[in-house]
Nanobody
């Protein structure tokens, strides 16, 4: 089994910063990508930022310039530093890992349980 455990969410004032962390554990052979999605009430889940094993990253336009994703491969951990937070950043943030549990199995997506980020105006 694979588990993703997120931490770092909370309540912050507009203009503030938060750092989210996500640790993947369990039966992991290799990780192709780790990243963050978010879902606000009444809206679809959307990509925030993702870090690929080859070293490339991708960000949503809404967070570019305000956020930075990083990864510690040795710890199977991904971080999301978010600055200049806005009320519209309020959402549940979910960690995603695309990984293989064995060499024979194709990569699969695994999700964390989500962490709430609330930005007050």
């Amino acid at each position: 089994q694979v588990q993703l455990v997120e931490s770092g969410g909370g309540l912050v004032q507009a203009g503030g910063s938060l750092r989210l962390s996500c640790v993947a554990s369990g039966n992991i052979f290799s990780i192709n990508a780790m990243g963050w999605y978010r879902q606000a009430p009444g809206k679809q889940r959307e990509l925030v930022a993702i870090f690929y094993a080859v070293g490339t990253t991708n960000y949503a336009d809404s967070v570019k310039g305000r956020s930075a994703i990083s990864r510690d491969n040795a710890k199977n951990t991904v971080y999301l530093q978010m600055n200049s937070l806005k009320p519209e950043d309020t959402a549940v943030y979910y960690c995603l890992a695309n990984l293989r549990t064995t060499p024979a199995r194709p990569p699969e997506n695994y999700w964390g349980q989500g962490t709430q980020v609330t930005v007050s105006s």
